[in-house]
Each structure stands twice: as structure tokens, then as C-alpha cells.
């Protein structure tokens, strides 16, 4: 399978990118003006004062960033009922299913854990986009709610380094359709 | 404040020499050993790092066995490498207004590069676990690597944190004495405007660093002598999520603090090409205390795909990450602008790369700011993004301060710098090759590939390929800035002279760590509260679980350590002691790491046969904790009790991350 750009990891790369090319100009413009010879009170009086907005400004991003992050969280709530329960293991360098497959639409709880070491299960839709990750870890089990309404084969690969095979531990969750 | 010199160095703003104190031969001997070291390691673990992406690209074929081996060592090589050469420079900067002990640093170096050449040998030799080492995977090698590198690799990495420990304590008893006392070394009687003046930018900044790295370094020494342990026996068995969360706080917070280091070290040397002095303000000393806190609890970002992880840790984690970055938005980096902006800053090989540093970390800070949003982790969590990221601050911030504090050191014995033609000619590829490597790492994040493949996912190797280019340009334009140096350690090597020793304060320190009748009785206190831990209901009912079993261990050192300072801080039992700082610490560290290493079943199983044998046992806690006690009570107030907390500490974060055995 051929990996694929996904949506909202190319909007951030796009929002990172601007934001790297607007500090790349900044320092730019910095490094230009560093060879003038400008008062340190005016340089104080101007810096201070743009200082204040800036910190005001990150406050607010963060505070803003904070707030709408928190209704994404991927944590699982509450309990699995309602879902269907897909126990995920995975040992080196080896993932198995159980149930191996289910139908499209279907609400699904991975119950991942780990025989040996750490591990991580990054979950790809059939056309090779990241879905996201959830790590596998030994005498644990974290709890990824999903529900998987695109038929087709879902690959698995390592996300966390485990050993010589880390790069070739695959796996394959098939979604039925209806 | 740095005393004023007569001569105005050329090379330096001409308004420097108002500020600009004349280092003397003690710092530029020791900065530039710890320099030059670390830049060596830098460049022979890039090479490994150029040798990976070539791979990675197809250009040549290592098996991977020898990938994983050197991404390994690439990884702890090159977090030695700027850790060293930034312990050099604050160190440097430091020297100038507090009396630090050379002895000691040299006693750092050794112990680094002692485990250096330990972690080298383990890793060439097949040990290929990761430099994060996450438990228990050091355990299972799939045939890869044998024990004993295991043993090596970890007695390496204990031999670095010791080094680094030892800087660390030296930084905070020679701060808290020079300026009385620990809230006054931080500025906060400043800041509360019960005091006029404040302690200087780097002191205020080394003392944040030390006491974090001690804090940090407790926890890793605590997980790797568990690790030492289990290669001794294998019934020994880690809790995995507690493992990776010490893991996670010794690692990250390492390498965080390498930039914190280089940030001390910025506050002297960059206003000596900008001829503006920087001095302590309200808001800075502020800020150090926001990043003191967020330094050491941001850590839990690494674990935010660990969903059994407390899930107010990973939001608390999410707020903190994002809060570390206002003191160095608003004040490190922000202030630093505010010093070059019209200054007639002076351009020299030093003061460009010190420039240019300042970019790598913003740059790379706002794509790990990104990553530490949990919903855009869920996407990014582990792929190259990460990379992307962490090499941008690293290679593109710490690598180029390493290089620029080891050119100011040569510029100021040379009095000269390089020509503005062969700086271009070493910064121009270093930018387009560092920046490009860091960006096709990014693309590929947004691709979604996993990092730490040996084999790229199927079509994907281009990227690695173009990276290869770009790497293989950063290696050529960083290999032109050493040749560079050497022209200027020649001039300088011909115009070496005698140097003034720097006029420092005398040593002192705040007296015993309990210096009150209060603050004794209250260790007798908790010491007699302790005694329960050798109550025999109490010891039998913690055999039912190895994790409370070690507990009442820590309980019974606990018991030790607090009579131990006690008694040492007595007056009588003080002054009969001595000062002793170096023999004290190492029994205040030595005995909670004795202590946790004969906690191995292997060796306390056949002393729990016979009653008496194991009462002995029990006892040999509590000496153990006493002669910690002592060790800790001869380093005085503030880095005695700090050395006390860790070591307590120590056999208390061990109980947690120990399952069973």
C-alpha cells in the first residue's frame, strides 16, 4: 500500500509552513536592521510596547487552541457498550485481530496491548492516509474508539521502535461492507 | 554583573568593553575542552546521522541491524555531544561572576567521556534498543545485541547523568552561596521588590538548569539502576507505563535543558556583539520561574498515545507544553532581538551562528508546539514530523550555539575573527542543507511516515533521498566552519599570554541543610513516624507485593537519611565533619544506588531465609539512607536538601516502576 497525504496533517503542515516562512522574514528583517545604529530607549520604548500585545496574543491563541482541542480528544469515554470490542495484539514484530474484520459503520473499540515490548498501532485507511496511532504496551490495555464507515483494507505499521523488524511489522484490519 | 575590563577586545562590540569582564585562563581552558569535546562528538555522530538518511534513501545499503545500532548511539551521542559543549559554555559565562570549582568540572568530563566511550563500545557491538531504551525492550534483542552490552550501554549512561549531576550540584552550591540562599539566587525577593538588585541573567539560568537536572537526573539514574539490575536478574519486571514515564521525564527533560543551558550562555555572549548589556529584570526573573515548573512537567506529551495514562496528566501536559513556550517567546528570544535590533551588532563567525541559533529554536519550537496539541499528536504521534521538529531546534539551534561558543572562545584568544567571504561560503549550505533536511522530515511527517525505519514505507524513499542531499550539503558547509576554527586557535595560540585570574567572591554556603530547632524537630518527627517501617506487622504485610515490599525499603532509607541529616547538620557533629562537598555527595548518591542495586531478588533472596538475616537487611536500608543523610548534610542548605529529596526520591520512583520479581 502506498501511503497517501492526509487532510488535516497538509492544513498543518500548511499553517506551520506560513508560520516558519513569517519567522524566517522576521529574523530576516532582524538581521538587516541589527546593522543600525538605533537608541536603546527607542529600541526599549517600541520593544516593550509591541512586547505586551505579543504576549497577550500567545495567551489568547493558547488559551483558544486549548478549549478546541478538548473536544477532540481521542481518549476513549466511558464504557465499551454499544461498541464492538476488537482485541488488537501485538508482539515482535508481529498484530493480530480479533475479530479480524468487521462491517462498515460499525463502532469499534481496539483494546491494544503489547506480549512483549512497546509498540505503536498506526492505523491507515484503504487509500494509505494516517487515521492516527495509539501505542501497545505491555500489562496494559489503551482503549482507541473509532467508527470505520469506508470499507476496505486498513493497514497497520510499528509506531514505536520495537527491534530489528520495526520497519516491516505490518498488519491488515479489513472493514466489510454492509 | 560582569566587572568592567580597561581593553576594548576588536573583536567584540566596541561598547562590550564596558561590561565585557576578561575571562582568565581557568575558563578558557575549560571552555574550550568542553567545547572542543563536544563539538568532536557532535560531528562524528552527524556523520552517523548523514550515513542513516543516505540509507534511508537507497544511496548506500547498511543492514539494518547496524541502522537501529547506529541510530542508537546517534541519538545519546549527539544529546551528549551539545549537553557537553552547552555545560562548557554556561560554565564559561558562570566562572565570571561565581566561584565555581574547576576540579569538579574536570570530574564531570571524565565521567562523560567515560560514558561515552562505554555507550560507543555497547552500541558498536550490537546493543540497539534506542537512546530511549523504553523497558523491557533492552531485554528483548531478537538475537541483536548480548547482555553484557546491555550492561555497557547502561554503566555508560549512568557515567554521563553523573557527570552531568556533578556539574549540576556544583552550579547550585556556588550560586546559593554566592547570593545567599536559594529564593535570593533566583531573584524573588527581587521580584517581590523586597530587594533593589538580582543575581546576573546566567546565574539565575544555571540555577534553574542545575536544579531541574538534578531533579531529572534522579529519575533516570533510578530507572537505568533498575535496568542494571534486571541484567543481572531477569525475575526483575518493570511496570511499563511507570518505566516510560521515568524514561520520558529523565530523557526529555535532558534534552530540553540543553537549550535552557545554551539560553545562559546566550545572555553573556550575545550582547558582546551587540554592545548592549542584558540585565535582570521583573519579567525575566518571572519567567524563569514559569519555565523552572514547565521544564519538568511537560514531559507527559511523550505519553499522550499512552491512553492509560491519567488522562489530567495529558491535558496538564498539553497546557504546560504550551505555556513553556511564553517565557521563551516573550522574553529569551523576544528580548534577544530587542539586543541586535539597531545595535551595530557586530558580525563575526560567533556572533552570526549565535544569530542564526535563535531562528533554528523558534522555527523548530512552533512545529513542536503543533505536535503538542493531543488532537494533532493522535496524527503525528511518532512520525517524522517528530524528527522534523526536534532537529530543526537541535541541529539548527543548540549544533550552531556549539559551534558559536566554541568560535567566541577562539575569537577572544584570537582577537579576530573570520573573513565575511569564507563565512558566507560555511552558513549558506549549512542553511539551505540544514533547513532543507528539516523540511523534507516535515513532509513526510504529513505523509505519515513512522519514524525509526530502517526501510522506508514502499515509494517513499525519494524523500530520504533528497534529504540526503540536503544532509550531505549541511555536512559540507558544517565541515567548512570547523576549518575555520583552526585559523583562529592558531592566532590565538600566538598570541597567548598570561590572563588575570577572574575576581571572584570567596566561596561560601548557607549553612547546614536543618538549621533551626524547628526544622530539626520536625526531621526527628518524620524520622519517628518512619520507625513504622520496621514494624514487624507492617514489614510482614508488605511481602504480599514486591512493589510495597520496596516501599518499605524506601520507607526504612527514608528513616536513615533523615537521621543522617540530622546528625549532620548537629553543630558539634558539623564542625567535626568538615565541609567534605565532593566525599558527600558521592555518599549521598552512592548509598540510595547501592541500595537499589542489592534490591535485586538475585541477592536479597538468601538473606530473607533466616529472621535475623533479614531484619539485617532491613537495617542495612536504613544505614544506607544514614550515610546518605550525612553525604547530603555536608553540601550545605539549599544543594544539600536538594540532594537529599533526590536521593529519597530515588528508592521511591523505584518501588513505583518495579511489577514483580
Same mark, same amino acid.
Do not use: T
Given at each position: 500500500m502506498r501511503l497517501h497525504y492526509g487532510d488535516p496533517q497538509v492544513a498543518l503542515g500548511a499553517v506551520f509552513g506560513a508560520i516558519a516562512l513569517l519567522l524566517a522574514a522576521a529574523f530576516v528583517v532582524i538581521g538587516t536592521q541589527a546593522g543600525t545604529d538605533v537608541s536603546v530607549e527607542r529600541v526599549h520604548r517600541l520593544g516593550y510596547w509591541l512586547r505586551k500585545r505579543w504576549l497577550a496574543f500567545l495567551v489568547a491563541v493558547g488559551v483558544l487552541v486549548f478549549g478546541i482541542s478538548l473536544f477532540d480528544l481521542p481518549y476513549p469515554s466511558g464504557a465499551s457498550s454499544g461498541r464492538t470490542v476488537v482485541q488488537v495484539t501485538a508482539g515482535q514484530f508481529f498484530w493480530t485481530f480479533a475479530p479480524a474484520s468487521v462491517p462498515a459503520g460499525t463502532r469499534v473499540r481496539f483494546d491494544v496491548t503489547s506480549v512483549d515490548v512497546n509498540h505503536g498501532m498506526g492505523l491507515y485507511d484503504p487509500h494509505g492516509h494516517l487515521v492516527g496511532s495509539v501505542q501497545a504496551m505491555p500489562g496494559y490495555h489503551n482503549r482507541l474508539d473509532l467508527t470505520l464507515t469506508e470499507p476496505g483494507r486498513y493497514e497497520v505499521r510499528c509506531?514505536?521502535?520495537?527491534?530489528?523488524n520495526h520497519a516491516t511489522m505490518f498488519g491488515a484490519f479489513t472493514v466489510t461492507g454492509r | 554583573m560582569e566587572a568592567a575590563t580597561v581593553r576594548a577586545p576588536a573583536v567584540l562590540h566596541p561598547r562590550a568593553a564596558e561590561f565585557t569582564a576578561a575571562e582568565g585562563a581557568l575558563e578558557r581552558r575549560v571552555g574550550l575542552l568542553y567545547g572542543a569535546t563536544g563539538i568532536a562528538l557532535v560531528a562524528l555522530m552527524g556523520v552517523l546521522g548523514l550515513v542513516m538518511r543516505l540509507d534511508q534513501g537507497t544511496v548506500i545499503g547498511i543492514p539494518a541491524a547496524w541502522f537501529y545500532r547506529l541510530m542508537t548511539l546517534h541519538g545519546l551521542g549527539m544529546l551528549t555531544g551539545v549537553l557537553v559543549a552547552m555545560m562548557g559554555a554556561l560554565w564559561y559565562v558562570l566562572r565570571l561572576v561565581v566561584p565555581l570549582r574547576p576540579g569538579w568540572m574536570l570530574a564531570a568530563w571524565g565521567l562523560i567521556v567515560a560514558g561515552a566511550v562505554a555507550v560507543v563500545v555497547s552500541t558498536l557491538s550490537g546493543f540497539a534498543a534506542g537512546w530511549t531504551f523504553l523497558p523491557p525492550l533492552p531485554f528483548f534483542p531478537a538475537g541483536q545485541w548480548a547482555a553484557w552490552t546491555e550492561i555497557a550501554f547502561f554503566a555508560g549512561l549512568t557515567l554521563v547523568g553523573l557527570g552531568f549531576a556533578v556539574f549540576c550540584l556544583d552550579v547550585v552550591e556556588r550560586t546559593t552561596g554566592t547570593y545567599g540562599g536559594l529564593v535570593r539566587t533566583l531573584g524573588l525577593r527581587y521580584l517581590l521588590g523586597r530587594e533593589e538588585d538580582a543575581p546576573p541573567p546566567q546565574a539565575i539560568a544555571a540555577t534553574v538548569v542545575a536544579i531541574d537536572g538534578l531533579v531529572a537526573g534522579s529519575a533516570g539514574m533510578t530507572i537505568v539502576l533498575g535496568l542494571l539490575g534486571r541484567t543481572y536478574d531477569?525475575?526483575?519486571?518493570?511496570?511499563a507505563l511507570v518505566a516510560k514515564n521515568l524514561v520520558y521525564f529523565f530523557g526529555h527533560t535532558v534534552a530540553n535543558l540543553t537549550i535552557y543551558l545554551a539560553a545562559g550562555a546566550l545572555y553573556v555572549l550575545v550582547p558582546r556583539y551587540a554592545g548592549r548589556a542584558y540585565q535582570t529584570t521583573k519579567p525575566f526573573v518571572a519567567a524563569w520561574m514559569g519555565s523552572f515548573v514547565f521544564i519538568l512537567t511537560a514531559y507527559s506529551h511523550h505519553l499522550y498515545m499512552d491512553f492509560v495514562q491519567p488522562t489530567w496528566a495529558e491535558i496538564g501536559s498539553q497546557a504546560v507544553s504550551y505555556a513553556a513556550l511564553i517565557p521563551v517567546a516573550v522574553i529569551t528570544i523576544y528580548s534577544m532581538t530587542m539586543l541586535v535590533w539597531g545595535s551595530r551588532y557586530r558580525w563575526t563567525l560567533a556572533s552570526t551562528l549565535l544569530y542564526l541559533g535563535f531562528a533554528g529554536w523558534a522555527i523548530g519550537g512552533v512545529g513542536a508546539v503543533i505536535d503538542s496539541v493531543i488532537p494533532i499528536n493522535f496524527r503525528f504521534h511518532n512520525t517524522v514530523w517528530v524528527v522534523a521538529h526536534f532537529h530543526t531546534y537541535l541541529m539548527m539551534g543548540v549544533v550552531l550555539w556549539s559551534v558559536a561558543f566554541l568560535a567566541h572562545v577562539l575569537e577572544r584568544a584570537a582577537d579576530a575573527t573570520t573573513s565575511p567571504a569564507r563565512r558566507a561560503a560555511a552558513i549558506v549550505p549549512v542553511l539551505v542543507g540544514g533547513y532543507g533536511l528539516t523540511a523534507t522530515w516535515f513532509v513526510e511527517g504529513i505523509l505519515g511516515i513512522p519514524r525509526r525505519y530502517a526501510l522506508q514505507p514502499a515509494g517513499t524513499s525519494g524523500y530520504s533521498e533528497v534529504g540526503a542531499g540536503f544532509a550531505l550539503l549541511f555536512a559540507v558547509g558544517f565541515g567548512l566552519l570547523l576549518l575555520q576554527l583552526g585559523p583562529l586557535a592558531r592566532a590565538g595560540w600566538a598570541l597567548r599570554g598570561p590572563l588575570p585570574a577572574a575576581a571572584l567572591p570567596a566561596p561560601a554556603r548557607n549553612g547546614?541543610?536543618? #538549621?533551626t530547632p524547628q526544622q530539626l524537630a520536625v526531621a526527628v518527627a518524620a524520622s519517628v513516624v518512619a520507625?513504622? #517501617?520496621?514494624?514487624p506487622q507492617v514489614v510482614h504485610a508488605t511481602e504480599a507485593s514486591m512493589r510495597y515490599h520496596h516501599l518499605a525499603h524506601a520507607a526504612q532509607f527514608f528513616l536513615g537519611a533523615t537521621l543522617g541529616l540530622v546528625l549532620g547538620s548537629l553543630p558539634a557533629v558539623s564542625r567535626r565533619l568538615g565541609e567534605r562537598s565532593g566525599l558527600g555527595f558521592a555518599a549521598a548518591l552512592g548509598a540510595p544506588t547501592a541500595m537499589m542495586l542489592v534490591m535485586t531478588p538475585g541477592i536479597y533472596e538468601p538473606l530473607e531465609r533466616h529472621p535475623v538475616d533479614h531484619f539485617l537487611y532491613h537495617l542495612g536500608m536504613a544505614a544506607l539512607g544514614l550515610v546518605s543523610g550525612l553525604g547530603a548534610s555536608r553540601l550545605g542548605l539549599v544543594a544539600g536538601r536538594l540532594t537529599y529529596v533526590a536521593a529519597v526520591g530515588m528508592p521511591v520512583m523505584f518501588a513505583a516502576a518495579m511489577k514483580g520479581a
Open positions: 509506531f514505536e521502535y520495537c527491534g530489528i | 531477569s525475575r526483575v519486571a518493570f511496570d547546614p541543610p536543618l #538549621a520507625l513504622a #517501617a520496621f514494624f
